[in-house]
């Protein structure tokens, strides 16, 4: 229903105005601390989201440097057992 009743004049709210102040107090500081909990939820997400990020592209690296280190100690391994690099390579 709007604000005007039927017979056209304005409505009369009976609520005191210091229940409407703490009505609206406690609305905005429940407000306030919900936003604080999605804010700090979403820093953690972030903080975690980063984390993981560097622990990948680190280890993307140390594979890359194991993968070069086994290429080279196969091709050593190659070298002691057929003398050359280029019968690996027929093989």
Known sequence: ???KS??????QYT???WVQAWFLGRSR???KAKYKRVKDQAKRLQNQ????SHSREKWRQRT???????AALREQAALKK????DDVSAR
């Open 49 to 52: 989201v980063n984390d993981v």
């Open 82 to 85: 057929y003398g050359r690099s």
């Open 1 to 3: 229903m709007d604000a």
């Open 29 to 31: 500081d429940n407000w």
């Open 64 to 70: 890359a440097e194991l993968q070069a280190e086994n």
């Open 6 to 11: 039927q017979e056209g004049g304005k409505r």
């Open 15 to 17: 609520t005191p105005s």
